[in-house]
């Protein structure tokens, strides 16, 4: 299984009406990896993380994950393989409490018929050390999410994925509008659900965001894959050039 | 050292209580519920009597248990300004079956048309894109004059019998009657599935935010659809309630009950907004609301006064409840 990439995608392709959101993209996510999909906006990324996660289905080319050839229908589905999305600000429902939102459209339960019951005691009890885990300080799982500062709730977010059991974690811009300190808090949760064997796809038009913590970069410029680049080989300097430019410029 | 010690603890006791008040939105309710009720036992000398407590019982199960249907609506994030109309309108359809039908016939009929009404107000808010405001405001109408055309606007007497109502609200003895029962029974049913049911966090999280919620996998449009058809089933089910009791049925039942349910909600500490509120809550609200109709006039303060007041009330608990809200984050 380890020779097969994580994800292989094989010339994708995606339109919307008359815009050609992806024009025959082929990529692969290695295991164990974090790669950074750059790119400016309106290169594509977005469309390349919702046809990953499932909200939108391909209309041409191959995706692979696992080896495995799949064509998801639903985010669910995607989720149910394990792939997880932690999108900017569509991370936690803030007027909820931390538990509620950590198990949200996973609750476990005690109780199945004639209706689903909470298994509270469980709720609570993981939420708490999966929060606790993840460094940060809360006085109770119940309380709400608005108390959190913006970095926490992605750490949550991120930590509530691997909870979950996420072999591939897509994160769009995880870091938009957030302050330095809390930038390190996110990428500490990164680095950690790194190590604990998931890939990460990391998405951002900011490439020293990215920079520390990535391994590998692909360039996306209007939906064309150009540049597929070790992050050893090259400056971050040298990176916006290419997404600047839109082309691959000898270094 | 010492003194800072202090300070701390004494400041995390007071977050301690912002901590407790975020977690039972109802405390503003039952604080004001309190004081009005004290207010009232102390200027109305026949307020404190069984007969009267009972009699705002009986008003206040009606109207709670519309209360009840809005307030998990409204904790999903839509309106229902047709309660009133599907409280009238469901009465008038019991009245009409249950004269040719057995009751009890009658009486799931006329569920079964609420139902209809609360799905047509869910179909048209959540596949039309209109605010649900608005979808039953319209409804709200039309119910009113479907009743109007079909009644001339005579009302209508109750000839059939006595197996409805005798178990929605036929009186037991000393004011009591089964709607009591009833509303407690239902509010506690609901109470329970919003708090400890996965229905019930679908709930609020369709409320808090749709969009996070569906990206979570929740389908939200299910879970409102579903709430705008508990809303008018419920309001049908008092419509029925107060038949039975009335034995007629009356073109302008209810008028207005949208506006006090919806109010009930609000002081009750439910969000405007979704995502946020209680059962309880709710429950409390309709008896405060009830308990000022009554107090009022055992006070020998003229009716006019009522509007008034319930205005005021609810503009206060909406002050208190949303300062509650904001110091506790």
């Known amino acids: ?251 | 050292m010492e003194i800072e010690k202090e300070k701390r603890s004494l400041l995390d006791f007071f977050s301690g209580i912002r901590v407790t008040v975020s977690k039972y939105p109802a405390l503003g309710a039952l604080i004001a519920f309190s004081a009005i009720f004290v207010t009232f036992s102390v200027i109305a000398p026949k307020f404190l009597t069984l007969r009267s407590l009972t009699g705002i019982f009986t008003l206040v199960s009606e109207l709670g248990i519309i209360t009840i249907g809005e307030a998990f609506l409204m904790i999903s994030g839509e309106f229902d300004l047709s309660v009133g109309g599907v409280y009238a309108l469901g009465g008038a359809l019991f009245v009409v079956l249950a004269n040719s039908l057995p009751s009890f016939l009658a009486f799931i009929i006329t569920l079964g048309v609420a139902a209809f009404i609360g799905y047509v107000n869910g179909m048209i808010t959540l596949r039309g894109g209109i605010p649900s405001f608005i979808t039953t405001l319209g409804t709200m109408m039309i119910t009113r004059g479907i009743l109007l055309v079909a009644t001339g606007g005579f009302s209508l007497t109750y000839k059939g019998d006595n197996f409805v109502p005798t178990i929605l609200s036929k009186l037991i003895g000393r004011g009591f009657r089964p709607s009591h029962i009833w509303f407690i029974a239902l509010a506690l049913l609901f109470s329970f599935v919003l708090t400890r049911t996965r229905y019930g966090n679908w709930v609020f999280a369709s409320g808090g935010n749709k969009e996070i919620a569906r990206m979570k996998g929740v389908n939200t449009d299910s879970v409102k659809l579903r709430n705008f058809i508990i809303s008018a089933v419920m309001a049908a089910i008092a419509g029925c309630m107060a038949i039975s009791r009335f034995k007629f049925a009356n073109v302008a039942f209810g008028t207005g009950y949208e506006l006090e349910a919806i109010a009930a909600v609000v002081i009750g500490g439910t969000s405007l907004f979704g995502g946020y509120g209680t059962i309880l809550g709710a429950a409390l609200g309709a008896f405060l609301i009830g308990m000022i109709r009554i107090g009022l006039v055992l006070a020998g303060v003229p009716g006019y006064f009522y509007k008034a007041l319930v205005g005021a009330v609810l503009i206060t608990a909406a002050l208190i409840n949303i300062r509650m809200r904001h110091t506790s984050t």
Request: hydrophobic letters at 40%; proline letters at 4%.
């Open chain 1, 1 to 251: 299984m380890q020779d097969s990439p994580l994800v292989k995608m094989v010339n994708i392709s995606k339109r919307f009406g008359k815009v050609e959101a992806l024009k025959d993209l082929s990529t692969t996510v290695q295991h164990n990896e974090i790669l950074g999909l750059l790119g400016d906006n309106g290169a594509g990324k977005s469309t390349l993380i919702k046809i990953l996660s499932g909200v939108f289905p391909l209309d041409k080319g191959e995706l692979y994950f696992e080896g495995k050839r799949v064509n998801f229908s639903s985010p669910r589905e995607a989720r149910r393989m394990g792939i997880e999305t932690v999108y900017q600000s569509l991370s936690l429902i803030e007027i909820m409490s931390i538990s509620r939102n950590f198990f949200l459209g996973r609750e476990p339960i005690t109780w199945k018929r004639p209706i689903a019951i909470l298994d509270r005691i469980k709720m609570a009890k993981e939420c708490k050390k999966a929060v606790e885990g993840i460094g940060v300080k809360v006085r109770s799982p119940d309380e709400s999410v608005s108390v959190l500062s913006g970095g926490e709730r992605q750490a949550i977010s991120i930590g509530r994925a691997m909870y979950f059991g996420a072999k591939l974690l897509l994160l769009d811009e995880p870091l938009a509008s957030l302050s330095v300190r809390e930038i390190r808090v996110v990428h500490e949760q990164i680095k950690k659900a790194n190590e604990s064997g998931a890939s990460v796809v990391y998405i951002t038009h900011n490439v020293y965001h990215a920079y520390p913590i990535v391994h590998r970069f692909v360039i996306l410029d209007r939906g064309i894959k150009i540049a597929e680049i070790d992050k050893k080989d090259m400056k971050p300097e040298d990176i916006i050039e290419i997404i600047a430019s839109g082309q691959m410029v000898k270094a």
